[in-house]
Each structure stands twice: as structure tokens, then as C-alpha cells.
Nanobody, 114 residues
Framework: QVQLVESGGGLVQAGGSLRLSCAASRSIPSSNAMGWYRQAPGKQRELVAIMSIHTANYADSVKGRFTISREYAKNTVDLQMNSLKPEDTAVYYC?????????WGQGTQVTVSS
């Protein structure tokens, strides 16, 4: 099993910044995808940003504001969130793939006040 532990969530004002971090308990190969999803109240879980050594993908709603990064040797993935908006409020989940199995973190709450 792989445990994914997120940190960095919290309450921020609109226009502020927050950096989320996720650490995997086991090795996540650089060729495997690792990234972030979010789920707002009453909405479906959606991709925020995900990347591997081959590709990176962002939701249109966060392009230009959020940046995903990985430290492959440390099996971590971060999400730098700038210019936060109230609509970014959601539970953010780390996701990683290892040995063809997808794993989810427990989620961390991000609340952006207007």
C-alpha cells in the first residue's frame, strides 16, 4: 500500500497564496502520474494538475495561477496556488499511481474567503 499525506491547506483571503505538499510513503516512479484533484461541496471531484516525466496537465480554471512540481527522488508533489479565488475552495486530494494502482490521500481543506 501507498500512503499519501497532504499538508499546507488552510484558510486564505482571495488573492492570496498557498502551497500544498504531498509525500508518498513508497517510491512513485517519475514515469508515473502524480498530482492533485479537488472536490467542492455539491460538485464532482475534478483534476487540478497532474504530471509525470512525460507530461503535465492543468485544469483550465487554474492555468496561469497554479504550478505543480515534483521531487522525484523524494516522492513528493507540490501545488503552488497563487491568486486564489473563492471558487478554489475545496478539499484537495493528492493522487499517485504505483504498480498500476491509483492511490488517494486523505484530503486537505482549502478555504478562500471573499
Amino acid at each position: 500500500q501507498v500512503q499519501l499525506v497532504e499538508s499546507g491547506g488552510g484558510l486564505v483571503q482571495a488573492g492570496g497564496s498557498l502551497r500544498l505538499s504531498c509525500a508518498a510513503s513508497r517510491s512513485i516512479p517519475s514515469s508515473n502520474a502524480m498530482g492533485w484533484y479537488r472536490q467542492a461541496p455539491g460538485k464532482q471531484r475534478e483534476l487540478v494538475a497532474i504530471m509525470s516525466i512525460h507530461t503535465a496537465n492543468y485544469a483550465d480554471s487554474v492555468k496561469g495561477r497554479f504550478t505543480i512540481s515534483r521531487e522525484y527522488a523524494k516522492n513528493t508533489v507540490d501545488l503552488q496556488m497563487n491568486s486564489l479565488k473563492p471558487e478554489d475552495t475545496a478539499v484537495y486530494y493528492c493522487k499517485a499511481y504505483r504498480a498500476s494502482i491509483g492511490y488517494w490521500g486523505q484530503g486537505t481543506q482549502v478555504t478562500v474567503s471573499s
